[in-house]
């Protein structure tokens, strides 16, 4: 799960109350679906900084909840708001997260390239801007060696 730390950062996640937060704002349509239909209550995910120098893997977060609709699409105020989705037919969906682990230090970016088995992942992908995008189990594996 990705964002930029000037808008939401681990260090914001681990400060809130109970380390915890609702991933609010997701419009795209793939990323919607990972939510709704993979994620689950209890999942680990890491925490990646984006557009900002140099990005990468902060640390982990935890899924604490089930998805659900995402409440800011309905509010016409809030920048996120999508006036075709309803509470009874919702587009948009978001969980809780909860903050894990920090890292000592970043995994960059560059250092996710530099492994041959990660060159897989979505976000290694040109062109991929995706908040919320699948690891498999064994990428997590290496991701988390390079976290020592």
């Not at 996640?13 to 939510?35: C, E, F, S």
Request: aromatic share 10%; proline share 9%.
């Amino acid at each position: 799960m990705k964002s930029e730390p000037d808008v939401f950062s681990l260090a914001d996640l681990r400060k809130a109350p109970a380390m915890t937060a609702h991933w609010d704002g997701v419009r795209n349509y793939q990323a919607r679906n990972y939510i709704r239909d993979r994620m689950r209550h209890g999942d680990l995910a890491y925490f990646y900084h984006s557009s900002c120098r140099p990005p990468g893997i902060a640390g982990i977060i935890e899924i604490v909840s089930a998805p659900y609709a995402d409440h800011t699409a309905f509010d016409s105020k809030n920048p996120h708001f999508d006036p075709a989705g309803t509470a009874d037919n919702p587009r948009w969906y978001m969980v809780d997260v909860r903050f894990r682990q920090a890292f000592d230090t970043l995994i960059t970016l560059d250092t996710l390239r530099q492994h041959p088995p990660l060159l897989p992942l979505p976000l290694l992908q040109r062109g991929n801007r995706l908040s919320v995008m699948p690891v498999l189990p064994e990428q997590w594996k290496l991701i988390e060696t390079l976290a020592r």
